[in-house]
Antibody
Framework: QLQLQESGSGLVKPSQTLSLTCAVS??????????WSWIRQPPGKGLEWIGY???????YYNPSLKSRVTISVDRSKNQFSLKLSSVTAADTAVYYC???????????????WGQGTLVTVSS | QSVLTQPPSASGTPGQRVTISCSGS????????VYWYQQLPGTAPKLLIY???QRPSGVPDRFSGSKSGTSASLAISGLRSEDEADYYC????????????FGGGTKLTVL
């Protein structure tokens, strides 16, 4: 059974960089056909896709966040990471990592999710 | 303002059938698969429907999805109290400002 676990700082100061890691267990992050996404949900609001990294290492980001987002993978640790720079209070949210089965179909087919981690942006 | 449009709320009584709509455009629902997620309070979303109308194993057949043109629907029959949750639709968007797009979510209340 695949499991995803987010970790990272729960409190980030404005203008600094948010950093999160998603550890994958029960399967290899290098398996073909999958991409690995970050999705966030501000308190009391809906879901917003941040971006993904494909098993090949290629990335695709939400155009509205693209200038501030970096998603990378560490195959030796079977984990992938999110960095979001120049954060403001609007970036306060629960951040989820998820596996996407869409392959060549684009994206949106999230079959496994982490439990989510709350990141608060505040001085 | 979400790219996909859902009603903010829906309701029904136990045993009833309810439907939740999701409206998009030719660049998302009109040309790509639709996915539906159920989010119970305080938990991560759970995949409910994939590729417009397919159910993952373990999802009851009370849940069904459909798509027509640039709109999609989630139907829940035999409504149960444990179905009270937030429901989100999602799709890939092929436009330059695309990627994975979600609906704003529909809060389902079981009366």
């Amino acid at each position: 059974q695949l499991q995803l676990q987010e970790s990272g700082s729960g409190l980030v100061k404005p203008s600094q960089t948010l950093s999160l890691t998603c550890a994958v267990s029960g399967g290899s992050i290098s398996s073909g056909g999958y991409s690995w996404s970050w999705i966030r949900q501000p308190p009391g609001k809906g879901l917003e896709w941040i971006g993904y990294i494909y098993h090949s290492g290629s990335t695709y980001y939400n155009p509205s966040l693209k200038s501030r987002v970096t998603i990378s993978v560490d195959r030796s640790k079977n984990q992938f990471s999110l960095k979001l720079s120049s954060v403001t209070a609007a970036d306060t949210a629960v951040y989820y990592c998820a596996r996407d089965l869409s392959g060549d179909e684009g994206g949106g087919y999230f079959d496994y999710w982490g439990q989510g981690t709350l990141v608060t942006v505040s001085s | 303002q979400s790219v996909l449009t859902q009603p903010p709320s829906a309701s029904g009584t136990p045993g009833q059938r309810v439907t939740i709509s999701c409206s998009g455009s030719s660049s998302n629902i009109g040309s790509n698969y639709v996915y539906w997620y159920q989010q119970l309070p305080g938990t991560a979303p759970k995949l409910l429907i994939y590729r417009n109308n397919q159910r993952p194993s373990g999802v009851p057949d009370r849940f069904s999805g459909s798509k027509s043109g640039t709109s999609a629907s989630l139907a829940i029959s035999g409504l149960r109290s444990e179905d009270e949750a937030d429901y989100y639709c999602a799709a890939w968007d092929d436009s330059l400002s695309g990627g994975v797009v979600f609906g704003g979510g529909t809060k389902l209340t079981v009366l």
